[in-house]
């Protein structure tokens, strides 16, 4: 027995010592394996207990009840939860390292206007901050660009990788914009007085976009041109192959945002943000715009707004009928851990489990557009899933003891726990 | 030998005005003129309570000789009639930067900031300048002067606008006619303060409201001990107090609270200030009234906002929306609860503003009596002048106004202010009122004319029937001219005629479109209705006036929350104590504390809370927080032990009520990270409602923030030149500091003099184990350094915060007997955090320290619950140990543990009731109490919810209908309050 328990440490120590890059990248699924006995949250708002679940290269093959025919390997789950891989949109995963060290900074070029920028050949595949994403169940995310008007160009990625291009789901979704304020800060740096006051260049600001808009849409119209790499990154929103997140919060600024891209031929925008989007449901509604809502970890924006708005926004926006993702854009990326628990605290304000879960499955895979292959349980579906001890939208019980990219078994080990065990491992020495 | 004697006469006589009597003149030859002048049958304000009817004033080279009822007037006497008319002492205004020109900023140099003193020969300090005259920078504005005079004042008080000990002031007359010899009535006239820095320096120090109050009570410790003769040094800075020491002192305090912080270091130095408040005094009547000091209070009432846009309005707070509706109401409240004060036209655009702010606060039922000897008696009583200015009894200089009616009413017209006896003319006496309506016979055609508006600039009207005449009218010198056009202004008329000085009807030249000249006459046929347009009425009369809330904010309570008896009936009950987890437990409540635990208690007349299904647990506390702060870095030095966090508390910071939403009910308000010695911390009750000194605890224990690492070192932003710059001179910086403490404390014992340092009596008290440090850390090297220093020394670091290598040293921590207060899973922000793990707080349990989890941030912190949650998830603590972590944990760290922390009979009543299992992210706090009383209350939020919204419209209606009825208004403007972490530099 001693002897095991030194083999053990022994292993754990090697583990320890070699905790410079991330956990190998697991290999392809080469055997079916069925998951048996657990509770599973499908994803799309429905939930089966004591379920089967199998997948074969990759791909689900069968979500059913008990009755559900096995096939490999069995991985007894009951009394556990099986839920679909979280995805995290709109996040700089894999551009930046420390938010403190610039030489570890990719996510913010300069320039104004730059949609040709694309955030996937910058994507650090070996990051300790995205390995540190899995062992919370998000094992998809969109790597976004940050910072100008136009910020870039995502993609979107599978968290266990050798590279950007074996981690690439989809290669150059979207393009991403920040919306000007009507209102805007004083900048008391300047000596300014502290404060909000009305933006006097928001019309301006609006110009720009406008033009930016026409301009590309006119250079896709003829051929025969010069080459022009920003304008040609717009064609995607004309033709419907990218989308338009736009990062906005106020009321009259969405309601600018949503009317500019209709006059403009955009085709799918989506209100990334969304603060005050529960004000004008009806009009987002009617337009069929999306919305990825912030974190419900958020201050409320203004003194008198209620103490649990955040909390409740996104209830807010569901209940109304509108298509809702979660995103914790404003966050550093770190955070992006928590993704599930921004989800639970939905539950706490009303919203049914399996509708929260959908805000970070189902509904924001349907918002990116990788519905057809990611975001819930379901047949003909990537395998990228995983199973937790208990539920995993609260932190006590989101404890995971087996997750799967694609059908392939990740290793659930960090930079993290790897400190966590030789720590350990040299108080027990003592 | 006669002529001489005539001479001392004569120049006795002048001496009291002029002094260049003895002055040689050369164009042209000397004359006197000893004439009185006579101002009879006015109504007479001797003083603002000695009226007299019918009353005479006599002047003489620019003084009162008499005034009163029957005054004997001298033959070589000038009499002005001024029957009908009233006359008052001219106003003063003590706090103006009058004649003085503003320092400029200077510019920027280098890339670091800048640490040390510019200056040689005077304080430590830059923006230390007593040393600075007002007289030296003084140049009369005869713009200003006539813009002061037509608001009726008369003598004003000016210093340099600029820094913390700004010097002396000037008391000026408004007196165009004479020179500075005349009219400078005191060229030392008082001391002036504040609690900003000044502008012509780049010094760094002080950085922060907390470091200008630390500056202040250092200067006045430095001037007993340079006083004293303890030092050989010259400092002319004190050198100038020691000189100004019985002159008036003002400071400008700014805001309500800051009237407080002034009072406090008045009270503790016998200063005795003056404070120029900021006036919403209204909002802290009795704390403000229990200063007993004396005030000077601007009346610059804000503006409605512009609300026509709605999206704009969600910008603007309800507490500013308030602020609109009540401030015009502080004169009042004053004067309601006893409380001293002069009015200042400080910080109004113009002093042609006072009038309609004034009128505004009387509108508020601030009685004109008070107003008065605002502006008269009580600024001369301050400044010391009473005998020379602020009333016309004999021997005051005549400085007086003559209007045509009550001073403060808004119809009145000023028409003269005359300054020590010299008129300055704002309106002409003579001049008719020609308002009223007359029928134009002009040019073959009859026409209607409306005369209205001001006496003094009327408007005309002009319409033959429906049509109207665009008209414009100019009345000067008695003559009018009347111009007007058709209405596609192609044809113009004018006419000009002088007004007689009887009867109402005037006649003169009129000028036909062609130019031909022919006459009018206008025949009076009535009064103009006085409404000129019915906006004003309603700015006249006072509006409703929303209620004061405690704090008058959003969400403040019109009561403050009081201690009731309560039963929490058959909850689940998280003790943390060796009791752990009880099911189907009754809580009892009484006075304020947990009077007993058990099943099926006896309400005995408490109100009975049905707790079935749901947690009660002890407040969560945090102990690291940076909300309801007004500044949190002092950054200006790499000590700075001498400032306090408890002289910066904010309890209007709506961070507070919404943590109480998250169960907390104790906070540690720790200084930032900027310097290796920070602050010394607040810890807190967060008892919304309460004022400052009443949210921080008796007896509190003392705390100061120590900090580690990169913001010590500022390795993440422009700064080169501060020692330390590596963790090795955080070592040094450390010994160095105690070494110090300890000879400070040594001379202190030994009975010799010695020089009173708050920043050294701090570290003494470290030293002796009677504050205790919670050290800002990251990497495992220098915890382990600060714990070997700490040891050497002699005392014990009391608590690691952040702490995030903490896991690598748990061993030696626990050996120290120091706790850590760590975040539950942040990293990746600094590359001192890159080995930062969130199974640090279990780790470092496990090995016997005792960890609490903390915020250092306003979002976060209303969800400690689920971080400590985080706890069973990295690391598997057992939920009650994890839990722990946010309650009883924090409170040991605090050494408040024997207070509150635990559910256990005889702690303070400090709870909340969960809807579910208190570590869930489902679970909401249903109730927070404090001390037996609610300070949140899941159905009254929703209550309050409604009372903003429903304010909220009713404050807009009424700055919109204050719009269109013609008042000012500004556009829509929102707070942007500083979140603070520990990094921010304000």
């Given amino acids: 027995m001693k002897a095991i328990k030194q083999i053990l440490i022994a292993i754990i120590t090697c583990v320890g010592l070699q905790s410079f890059a991330q956990q190998m990248p697991a290999p392809a699924q080469s055997a079916a394996i069925t998951i048996t006995g657990a509770t599973a949250h499908i994803g799309n708002g429905s939930v089966i207990e004591n379920s089967i679940i199998v997948f074969e290269n990759g791909v689900i093959t069968a979500v059913g009840n008990s009755g559900t025919p096995t096939k490999g390997r069995i991985i007894d789950a009951s009394g556990k939860h099986v839920y679909p891989g979280f995805i995290a949109p709109a996040k700089s995963l894999g551009l930046v390292e420390v938010n403190a060290v610039r030489a570890s900074n990719d996510q913010d070029e300069i320039g104004d206007f730059i949609p040709n920028i694309r955030s996937l050949i910058a994507y650090n595949a070996e990051s300790k901050v995205v390995e540190s994403m899995r062992p919370n169940g998000i094992l998809v995310g969109q790597v976004t660009p940050q910072g100008g008007r136009i910020s870039g160009t995502s993609s979107i990625v599978q968290f266990d990788a050798w590279n950007w291009e074996d981690a690439a789901v989809k290669v150059d979704d979207g393009i991403h914009m920040n919306w ?23 019309s301006k600001r609006l110009d720009e976009i406008k033009n930016y808009m026409a301009n590309s849409r006119a250079y896709g119209m003829s051929e025969d041109q010069p080459m022009n790499e920003g304008f040609a990154a717009m064609q995607g929103l004309y033709d419907g192959s990218k989308k338009l997140y736009i990062y906005v919060q106020g009321e009259k600024e969405i309601i600018d945002a949503v009317t500019l891209c209709k006059d403009s031929g955009i085709k799918d925008p989506v209100i990334v943000g969304g603060n005050e989007a529960h004000k004008i449901i009806p009009f987002l509604k009617q337009h069929n715009i999306p919305v990825l809502v912030r974190q419900t970890h958020s201050r409320p924006s203004r003194d008198d707004d209620d103490y649990d708005l955040p909390y409740r926004l996104p209830k807010l926006l569901v209940d109304g009928g509108l298509l809702v993702g979660l995103q914790n854009a404003n966050m550093s990326n770190f955070q992006t851990r928590n993704l599930p628990f921004y989800a639970g605290q939905l539950v706490g304000q009303g919203m049914d489990k399996e509708t929260a879960l959908q805000l970070i499955t189902g509904n924001t895979a349907k918002i990116l557009g990788i519905d057809g292959t990611h975001g819930t349980l379901e047949t003909g579906k990537s395998a ?47 | ?38 101002f009879t049958n006015a109504t007479l304000y001797i003083t603002p309570t000695q009226v007299v009817k019918n ?37 003063i205004d003590p706090y103006t930067g009058f004649g003085v020109e503003k320092p400029k900023r200077k510019p920027g140099q280098g890339r670091s900031p800048q640490y040390d003193a510019s200056r040689k020969g005077f304080y430590w300090n830059d923006h230390i300048m007593p040393e600075n005259k007002a007289i030296s920078k003084f140049k009369y504005d005869e713009k200003k002067a006539s813009e002061f005079r037509k608001a009726g004042f008369g003598v004003l008080n000016t210093h340099i606008m600029d820094g913390i000990a700004r010097g002396t002031g000037v008391l000026v007359a408004l007196n165009d006619e004479d020179d500075a010899a005349t009219r400078i009535l005191d060229n030392a006239s008082a001391q002036f303060f504040s609690f900003d820095k000044s502008v012509t320096s780049r010094q760094s120090y002080p950085s922060s409201l907390m470091g200008s109050l630390a500056l202040l009570r250092q200067l006045h410790w430095d001037l007993d001990w340079y006083a004293n003769g303890n030092t050989e040094t010259r400092d002319r800075s004190l050198d100038a107090l020691i000189t100004n020491k019985s002159l008036p002192s003002i400071i400008e305090a700014g805001d309500k609270t800051n009237n407080l912080r002034a009072d406090k270091i008045s009270d503790q130095f016998n200063l005795n200030y003056i404070i120029v408040g900021g006036g919403d005094e209204y909002e802290l009547i009795d704390e403000i009234k229990a200063t007993n000091a004396r005030y000077i209070i601007p009346v610059n009432f804000p503006d409605a906002y512009d609300v026509s846009d709605p999206y704009a309005t969600k910008y603007i707070s309800l507490e500013d929306m308030r602020n609109w509706n009540q401030a015009p109401g502080n004169p009042k409240a ?34 004109s009596t008070r107003a008065l000897e605002a502006l008269t008696t009580i600024p001369a009583q301050y400044l010391g002048k009473s005998n020379e200015i602020g009333s016309l009894q004999t021997g005051r200089y005549a400085n007086f106004l003559i209007t045509s009616g009550d001073v403060f009413n808004k119809e009145t017209t000023l028409y003269e202010n005359w300054v020590q006896g010299r008129k300055h003319v704002i309106n002409d006496m003579s001049q008719k009122d020609i308002r009223g309506k007359y029928t134009l016979n002009a040019g073959g055609k009859t026409y209607d ?99 004061v809330t405690f704090p008058n904010v959003g969400y403040g309570s019109l009561n403050k929350p009081q201690s009731q008896n309560t039963l929490f009936r058959n909850a689940t009950v998280w003790t943390g104590e060796s009791t752990g987890v009880l099911s189907n437990t009754d809580v009892l409540v009484r006075n304020g504390k947990i009077s007993k635990i058990g099943k099926n208690l006896s309400a005995s007349g408490a109100t009975v809370v049905d707790a079935t299904g749901k947690h009660l647990t002890a407040g969560v506390i945090d102990e690291h927080s940076h909300i309801a702060a007004l500044s949190i870095n002092e950054s200006g030095h790499n000590s700075s032990a001498e ?14 009520y919404r943590n109480l939403a998250g169960g907390v009910t104790s906070i540690q308000i720790l200084h930032g990270s900027a310097n290796p010695i920070g602050g010394r911390s607040a810890i807190l009750k967060l008892k919304w409602g309460e004022n400052a000194e009443n949210l921080i605890y008796d007896n509190s224990p003392k705390f100061i923030k120590f900090a580690l690492g990169e913001n010590v070192k500022q390795s993440n932003w422009q700064s080169f030149s501060r020692f330390p710059q590596t963790r090795m001179g955080v070592e040094q910086l450390y010994v160095n500091y105690f070494n110090r403490a300890k000879e400070y404390e040594a001379k202190k014992k030994s009975g010799q003099p010695y020089r009173y340092d708050e920043e050294m009596e701090v570290l003494v008290e470290i030293l002796n184990g009677e504050r205790f440090i919670s050290c800002h850390s990251y990497v495992q090297s220098e915890i382990n350094m600060l714990m070997k220093v700490a040891e050497k020394f002699g005392f014990r670091v009391n608590t690691f915060t952040h702490i995030l290598e903490g896991y690598k040293v748990a061993d030696k ?56 949650a985080k706890g069973v998830k990295y690391g598997g603590m057992t939920e009650e140990e994890a839990w722990k972590m946010v309650t009883i944990n924090p409170a040991k760290l605090l050494h408040i543990d024997d207070r509150t922390g635990s559910i256990k009979e005889g702690k303070d009543a400090d709870l909340v009731l969960w809807s579910d299992h208190p570590l869930s992210v489902y679970a909401k706090a249903e109730k927070t109490m404090i001390d037996g009383a609610v300070y949140f209350d899941l159905e009254q939020d929703k209550a309050k919810r409604q009372a903003i919204k429903a304010e909220r419209s009713k404050l807009i209606n009424m700055m919109i209908s204050e719009k269109n009825g013609g008042g000012k208004t500004r556009p829509p403007a929102g707070k942007d309050k500083i979140r603070f972490e520990c990094e921010t530099i304000n």
């Fill in chain 2, 643 to 656: 400032v306090k966090i408890e002289d910066v508390v904010d309890p209007e910071d709506v961070s507070i």
């Fill in chain 2, 449 to 547: 004319l409306a005369i209205s508006g001001e006496m003094s600039k009327p408007k005309a009207e002009v319409k033959i029937g429906e049509t109207e005449f665009p008209a414009k009218l100019e009345y000067k010198d008695n003559w009018v001219m009347l111009s007007f056009t058709n209405k596609d202004k192609t044809e113009s008329y004018r006419s000009t005629a002088i007004v007689p000085s009887d009867g109402k009807n005037f006649s003169g030249k009129f000028v036909l479109p062609t130019g031909v000249e022919t006459s009018f006459t206008a025949v009076h046929t009535g009064d103009t209705e006085v409404s000129e347009n019915k906006g004003k009425k309603d700015k006249d009369t006072k509006p409703e006036v929303v209620p």
């Fill in chain 2, 55 to 91: 009353g005479t004033l006599l002047i003489r080279n620019g003084k009162v000789v008499a005034s009163g009822k029957s005054v004997t007037i001298p033959k070589n006497s000038v009499i002005h009639d001024l029957e009908g008319k009233h006359i008052y002492p001219s106003f």
């Fill in chain 1, 384 to 430: 990228t899933l995983f199973i937790s001890e208990g539920d995993a939208l609260d932190m006590r019980t989101n404890l995971l003891t087996n997750a799967f990219i694609d059908g392939r078994e990740i290793s659930l080990e960090t930079h993290q726990t790897e400190l966590w065990k030789r720590y350990m491992e040299k108080y027990s020495r003592e």
């Fill in chain 2, 813 to 868: 921590m626990a050996a120290h007997g120091v706790g850590g207060s760590t975040f539950s899973d942040w990293w990746a922000y600094k590359f001192e955090v890159n080995d930062a793990i969130p199974y640090n707080a279990a780790i470092m349990a496990s090995q016997g320290v005792t960890v609490a989890i903390n915020s250092d941030d306003s979002e976060m912190s209303r969800r400690l619950n689920q971080e400590a």
């Fill in chain 2, 334 to 367: 004053l004067i309601d609860n006893g409380i001293s004060f002069a009015l200042t036209t400080f910080d109004l655009k113009s002093p042609s503003a006072f009038k309609g702010k004034l009128i505004k606060a009387l509108n508020y039922g601030f009685d």
């Fill in chain 2, 1 to 38: 030998m006669k002529k001489l004697s005539l001479l001392i006469l004569v120049f006795f006589v002048m001496s009291i005005v002029q002094g260049q009597e003895y002055f040689p003149k050369n164009d042209g030859v000397k004359e006197n003129n000893t004439n009185y002048t006579a």
């Fill in chain 1, 180 to 202: 000007p304020n009507s209102f805007s800060r004083g900048r008391w740096w300047l000596g300014e007085p502290r404060g909000w006051k009305p933006n006097k260049d928001y």
